[in-house]
Protein backbone atom coordinates (compact mmCIF):
# COMPACT_ATOMS: atom_id res chain seq x y z
CA UNK A 1 0.00 0.00 0.00
CA UNK A 2 1.34 3.47 -0.53
CA UNK A 3 0.05 6.56 1.09
CA UNK A 4 -3.13 7.47 2.73
CA UNK A 5 -4.49 10.57 2.35
CA UNK A 6 -7.38 11.88 4.54
CA UNK A 7 -10.38 14.24 2.59
CA UNK A 8 -13.27 16.61 4.21
CA UNK A 9 -16.04 17.70 2.50
CA UNK A 10 -17.42 21.23 2.13
CA UNK A 11 -20.71 22.81 2.74
CA UNK A 12 -23.48 20.63 1.10
CA UNK A 13 -22.54 17.14 2.44
CA UNK A 14 -24.35 18.08 6.41
CA UNK A 15 -27.21 16.02 7.12
CA UNK A 16 -29.27 15.40 10.21
CA UNK A 17 -27.57 12.96 12.78
CA UNK A 18 -24.10 12.88 11.34
CA UNK A 19 -21.43 12.00 13.94
CA UNK A 20 -24.58 11.05 16.09
CA UNK A 21 -23.17 7.52 17.00
CA UNK A 22 -19.96 8.86 17.24
CA UNK A 23 -21.16 10.54 20.15
CA UNK A 24 -22.95 7.73 21.83
CA UNK A 25 -19.89 5.31 21.36
CA UNK A 26 -16.33 7.41 21.48
CA UNK A 27 -15.90 9.53 24.35
CA UNK A 28 -13.24 11.50 22.65
CA UNK A 29 -15.67 12.09 19.44
CA UNK A 30 -17.92 13.10 22.41
CA UNK A 31 -15.78 15.34 24.23
CA UNK A 32 -14.74 17.30 20.70
CA UNK A 33 -19.09 17.87 20.80
CA UNK A 34 -19.45 19.15 24.28
CA UNK A 35 -15.78 21.45 24.06
CA UNK A 36 -17.00 22.97 20.92
CA UNK A 37 -20.60 23.40 22.46
CA UNK A 38 -19.40 24.75 25.24
CA UNK A 39 -17.13 27.21 23.59
CA UNK A 40 -19.45 28.66 21.08
CA UNK A 41 -22.23 28.20 23.49
CA UNK A 42 -24.43 26.44 21.07
CA UNK A 43 -25.75 22.98 21.42
CA UNK A 44 -24.06 21.47 18.60
CA UNK A 45 -25.53 17.97 19.65
CA UNK A 46 -28.96 19.63 19.05
CA UNK A 47 -27.65 20.95 15.24
CA UNK A 48 -26.05 18.10 14.18
CA UNK A 49 -28.70 14.95 15.67
CA UNK A 50 -32.07 16.68 15.32
CA UNK A 51 -34.21 18.36 12.93
CA UNK A 52 -33.71 21.85 12.77
CA UNK A 53 -33.55 25.03 10.28
CA UNK A 54 -30.54 26.10 11.41
CA UNK A 55 -28.25 23.11 9.95
CA UNK A 56 -28.61 24.59 6.48
CA UNK A 57 -28.49 28.00 7.22
CA UNK A 58 -24.47 28.79 6.35
CA UNK A 59 -23.36 30.40 10.16
CA UNK A 60 -24.19 27.31 11.44
CA UNK A 61 -23.76 24.51 8.68
CA UNK A 62 -20.22 25.24 8.04
CA UNK A 63 -19.31 25.04 12.20
CA UNK A 64 -21.57 22.06 12.67
CA UNK A 65 -19.89 20.53 9.82
CA UNK A 66 -16.17 20.77 10.95
CA UNK A 67 -17.21 19.98 14.27
CA UNK A 68 -18.54 16.61 13.42
CA UNK A 69 -16.02 15.36 10.59
CA UNK A 70 -13.26 16.18 13.84
CA UNK A 71 -15.05 14.11 16.11
CA UNK A 72 -15.31 11.29 13.86
CA UNK A 73 -11.21 12.20 12.94
CA UNK A 74 -10.81 11.80 17.07
CA UNK A 75 -12.29 7.98 17.03
CA UNK A 76 -10.35 7.06 13.62
CA UNK A 77 -6.96 7.64 15.33
CA UNK A 78 -7.96 5.48 18.19
CA UNK A 79 -8.67 2.96 15.78
CA UNK A 80 -4.92 3.40 14.57
CA UNK A 81 -5.84 5.21 10.69
CA UNK A 82 -3.19 7.66 10.12
CA UNK A 83 -2.96 10.00 7.12
CA UNK A 84 0.01 10.81 5.40
CA UNK A 85 -1.24 13.95 3.71
CA UNK A 86 -4.36 15.87 4.20
CA UNK A 87 -7.04 17.94 2.17
CA UNK A 88 -10.65 19.23 2.36
CA UNK A 89 -12.70 21.12 0.35
CA UNK A 90 -13.70 24.67 0.74
CA UNK A 91 -14.33 24.29 4.83
CA UNK A 92 -13.21 21.43 4.74
CA UNK A 93 -9.30 22.40 4.48
CA UNK A 94 -9.83 24.15 8.09
CA UNK A 95 -10.85 20.53 9.13
CA UNK A 96 -7.31 19.06 6.82
CA UNK A 97 -4.95 22.02 8.81
CA UNK A 98 -6.44 20.67 12.26
CA UNK A 99 -6.40 16.90 11.48
CA UNK A 100 -2.84 17.82 10.28
CA UNK A 101 -1.89 18.97 13.47
CA UNK A 102 -2.14 23.10 12.60
CA UNK A 103 -4.18 24.27 14.17
CA UNK A 104 -6.53 23.68 17.44
CA UNK A 105 -10.06 21.83 17.04
CA UNK A 106 -11.65 24.82 18.80
CA UNK A 107 -9.58 27.08 16.92
CA UNK A 108 -10.45 25.81 13.79
CA UNK A 109 -14.45 25.36 14.12
CA UNK A 110 -14.28 29.38 16.21
CA UNK A 111 -12.45 30.33 12.66
CA UNK A 112 -14.76 28.29 10.48
CA UNK A 113 -17.84 29.91 12.17
CA UNK A 114 -17.14 33.27 11.70
CA UNK A 115 -16.00 32.66 8.14
CA UNK A 116 -19.58 31.66 7.81
CA UNK A 117 -21.07 34.51 9.23
CA UNK A 118 -18.97 36.49 7.17
CA UNK A 119 -20.01 34.89 4.12
CA UNK A 120 -23.48 35.10 4.43
CA UNK A 121 -23.28 38.52 4.70
CA UNK A 122 -21.34 39.28 2.20
CA UNK A 123 -23.70 39.48 -0.65
CA UNK A 124 -27.22 40.68 -0.04
CA UNK A 125 -29.19 37.49 -0.04
CA UNK A 126 -30.27 36.33 -3.77
CA UNK A 127 -27.70 38.48 -5.52
CA UNK A 128 -25.80 35.96 -5.76
CA UNK A 129 -25.85 32.05 -6.46
CA UNK A 130 -23.49 29.44 -7.96
CA UNK A 131 -23.89 26.68 -10.62
CA UNK A 132 -22.48 23.08 -11.69
CA UNK A 133 -21.70 22.49 -15.23
CA UNK A 134 -21.69 19.20 -16.42
CA UNK A 135 -20.25 17.45 -19.00
CA UNK A 136 -18.31 20.02 -20.62
CA UNK A 137 -14.38 20.62 -20.92
CA UNK A 138 -12.57 23.15 -18.55
CA UNK A 139 -11.28 24.80 -21.35
CA UNK A 140 -14.52 25.27 -23.06
CA UNK A 141 -15.67 26.55 -19.76
CA UNK A 142 -13.38 29.08 -18.99
CA UNK A 143 -13.26 30.58 -22.74
CA UNK A 144 -16.84 30.95 -22.06
CA UNK A 145 -16.65 33.13 -18.89
CA UNK A 146 -13.01 34.93 -20.50
CA UNK A 147 -13.67 38.68 -19.97
CA UNK A 148 -17.20 38.47 -18.28
CA UNK A 149 -17.71 40.18 -15.37
CA UNK A 150 -19.05 39.40 -11.87
CA UNK A 151 -18.70 35.30 -12.97
CA UNK A 152 -15.91 33.17 -12.09
CA UNK A 153 -15.28 29.14 -11.76
CA UNK A 154 -15.74 28.34 -8.11
CA UNK A 155 -14.78 24.94 -8.37
CA UNK A 156 -12.49 22.02 -10.31
CA UNK A 157 -14.03 19.55 -8.78
CA UNK A 158 -13.19 16.67 -11.23
CA UNK A 159 -13.18 15.81 -15.00
CA UNK A 160 -17.05 17.00 -16.31
CA UNK A 161 -17.77 18.85 -13.37
CA UNK A 162 -16.96 22.51 -13.26
CA UNK A 163 -18.80 25.07 -10.67
CA UNK A 164 -19.90 28.76 -11.73
CA UNK A 165 -20.25 31.13 -9.43
CA UNK A 166 -21.41 35.31 -9.23
CA UNK A 167 -23.54 37.68 -9.86
CA UNK A 168 -27.20 35.56 -10.31
CA UNK A 169 -27.75 37.84 -13.33
CA UNK A 170 -24.23 37.48 -14.90
CA UNK A 171 -24.18 33.48 -13.93
CA UNK A 172 -27.24 33.09 -15.75
CA UNK A 173 -25.83 34.78 -18.70
CA UNK A 174 -23.28 32.42 -18.92
CA UNK A 175 -25.30 29.17 -17.60
CA UNK A 176 -27.04 29.78 -21.21
CA UNK A 177 -24.37 30.66 -23.13
CA UNK A 178 -22.24 27.35 -21.69
CA UNK A 179 -25.84 25.51 -22.63
CA UNK A 180 -25.88 26.70 -26.36
CA UNK A 181 -22.20 25.33 -26.56
CA UNK A 182 -22.70 22.00 -25.76
CA UNK A 183 -22.98 21.78 -21.80
CA UNK A 184 -24.77 18.82 -20.74
CA UNK A 185 -26.28 19.73 -17.61
CA UNK A 186 -26.49 22.68 -15.44
CA UNK A 187 -27.41 22.27 -11.85
CA UNK A 188 -27.82 25.73 -9.52
CA UNK A 189 -27.12 25.06 -6.00
CA UNK A 190 -28.68 25.25 -3.20
CA UNK A 191 -26.46 28.31 -1.37
CA UNK A 192 -26.76 32.01 0.23
CA UNK A 193 -23.90 33.39 -1.91
CA UNK A 194 -21.26 33.58 -4.42
CA UNK A 195 -18.55 31.75 -2.44
CA UNK A 196 -15.32 31.20 -4.00
CA UNK A 197 -15.49 34.69 -5.98
CA UNK A 198 -13.96 37.53 -5.61
CA UNK A 199 -17.12 39.58 -4.59
CA UNK A 200 -16.28 37.80 -1.43
CA UNK A 201 -12.94 39.96 -1.10
CA UNK A 202 -14.12 41.93 2.03
CA UNK A 203 -15.37 39.13 3.48
CA UNK A 204 -11.48 37.85 2.99
CA UNK A 205 -10.05 41.03 4.23
CA UNK A 206 -12.16 40.16 8.00
CA UNK A 207 -11.63 36.72 7.93
CA UNK A 208 -7.48 37.80 7.39
CA UNK A 209 -8.29 40.11 10.95
CA UNK A 210 -10.05 36.78 12.77
CA UNK A 211 -7.32 34.94 11.83
CA UNK A 212 -4.07 36.96 12.90
CA UNK A 213 -5.61 36.43 16.48
CA UNK A 214 -5.39 32.59 15.84
CA UNK A 215 -2.65 30.28 16.97
CA UNK A 216 -0.48 27.89 15.08
CA UNK A 217 1.64 24.42 15.00
CA UNK A 218 3.84 23.25 13.07
CA UNK A 219 2.47 20.70 10.69
CA UNK A 220 3.08 17.28 11.58
CA UNK A 221 2.42 16.15 8.20
CA UNK A 222 1.47 17.98 5.20
CA UNK A 223 -2.10 19.25 4.03
CA UNK A 224 -2.73 19.88 0.24
CA UNK A 225 -4.58 23.37 -0.35
CA UNK A 226 -7.61 24.35 -2.64
CA UNK A 227 -5.84 27.72 -3.59
CA UNK A 228 -2.55 26.22 -5.77
CA UNK A 229 -3.08 22.43 -4.99
CA UNK A 230 0.51 22.21 -3.63
CA UNK A 231 1.48 20.70 -0.99
CA UNK A 232 1.90 23.18 2.39
CA UNK A 233 4.33 22.08 5.09
CA UNK A 234 4.97 25.44 6.81
CA UNK A 235 2.20 26.70 8.86
CA UNK A 236 3.24 30.40 8.30
CA UNK A 237 1.68 29.83 4.85
CA UNK A 238 -1.43 28.84 6.09
CA UNK A 239 -2.94 32.08 7.36
CA UNK A 240 -2.45 33.86 4.05
CA UNK A 241 -3.82 31.03 1.96
CA UNK A 242 -6.58 30.43 3.92
CA UNK A 243 -7.66 34.08 3.74
CA UNK A 244 -7.21 33.81 -0.24
CA UNK A 245 -9.44 30.97 -0.34
CA UNK A 246 -12.82 32.94 0.69
CA UNK A 247 -11.80 34.21 -3.18
CA UNK A 248 -10.15 31.78 -5.27
CA UNK A 249 -10.90 29.15 -7.26
CA UNK A 250 -11.08 25.66 -5.30
CA UNK A 251 -8.37 23.29 -7.29
CA UNK A 252 -9.79 19.93 -5.79
CA UNK A 253 -9.44 17.85 -9.26
CA UNK A 254 -5.45 19.16 -9.50
CA UNK A 255 -5.51 18.92 -5.56
CA UNK A 256 -6.08 15.16 -6.35
CA UNK A 257 -3.80 15.01 -9.14
CA UNK A 258 -1.09 16.40 -6.93
CA UNK A 259 -1.50 13.68 -4.14
CA UNK A 260 -1.62 10.88 -6.63
CA UNK A 261 1.24 11.83 -8.47
CA UNK A 262 3.22 11.50 -4.92
CA UNK A 263 2.73 8.39 -4.17
CA UNK A 264 -1.06 8.79 -2.54
CA UNK A 265 -2.93 5.18 -3.59
CA UNK A 266 -5.60 5.38 -1.01
CA UNK A 267 -8.11 8.34 -0.08
CA UNK A 268 -10.47 7.94 2.77
CA UNK A 269 -13.22 10.65 3.45
CA UNK A 270 -14.60 11.58 6.36
CA UNK A 271 -17.69 13.40 7.30
CA UNK A 272 -21.33 12.72 5.50
CA UNK A 273 -21.81 12.15 2.41
CA UNK A 274 -19.84 10.34 -0.49
CA UNK A 275 -19.11 13.48 -2.97
CA UNK A 276 -15.42 13.52 -2.50
CA UNK A 277 -15.01 9.73 -3.16
CA UNK A 278 -17.44 10.12 -6.46
CA UNK A 279 -14.85 13.17 -7.44
CA UNK A 280 -12.20 10.66 -6.44
CA UNK A 281 -13.35 7.83 -8.48
CA UNK A 282 -14.14 10.15 -11.86
CA UNK A 283 -10.33 11.85 -11.90
CA UNK A 284 -8.71 7.97 -11.21
CA UNK A 285 -10.41 5.08 -11.44
CA UNK A 286 -7.23 3.05 -10.33
CA UNK A 287 -6.97 4.36 -6.91
CA UNK A 288 -9.23 2.71 -3.29
CA UNK A 289 -11.47 4.77 -1.96
CA UNK A 290 -13.10 4.07 1.56
CA UNK A 291 -15.84 7.00 3.29
CA UNK A 292 -16.30 7.63 6.87
CA UNK A 293 -19.50 8.65 7.96
CA UNK A 294 -20.49 6.05 10.86
CA UNK A 295 -19.06 3.90 12.86
CA UNK A 296 -19.96 0.88 11.52
CA UNK A 297 -18.16 2.00 8.08
CA UNK A 298 -14.68 3.58 10.65
CA UNK A 299 -14.31 -0.41 11.33
CA UNK A 300 -15.09 -1.45 8.24
CA UNK A 301 -12.48 0.68 6.69
CA UNK A 302 -9.65 -0.56 9.39
CA UNK A 303 -10.36 -3.87 9.02
CA UNK A 304 -10.50 -3.96 4.59
CA UNK A 305 -7.38 -1.51 4.68
CA UNK A 306 -5.54 -3.85 7.36
CA UNK A 307 -6.60 -6.56 4.87
CA UNK A 308 -5.32 -4.55 1.79
CA UNK A 309 -1.39 -4.13 3.50
Known sequence: MGKIAFLYPGQGAQKTGMGKDFYEQCQASKAVYDRISSMLNLDMTAICFEENDLLDQTEYTQAA??????????????????????????????CAI?????MDYED?????RKRGILMEKAIPKGRGTMAAVLGMPVEKIETVLDGR???TVANYNCPGQVVITGLKEAVEEAAEELKQAGARKLIWLNVSGPFHSPLLKRAGEKLADILKTVKLHPLRIPYVTNVTADFIQEDEKIKNLLTKQVTSSVRWEQSIRKM?????????????????????KKIDRGVKTYHIGTVEEAYQTVEAMKKAQ
Do not use: H, Q, R, W
Not at 73 to 90: C, D, F, Q, W, Y
Not at 98 to 102: E, F
Open 65 to 94: LATTCLAMNEMIKELGLIPSVTAGLSLGEY
Open 98 to 102: AAAGG
Open 108 to 112: AVMTV
Open 149 to 151: ANV
Open 260 to 280: IADGVDTFVEIGPGTTLTGFV
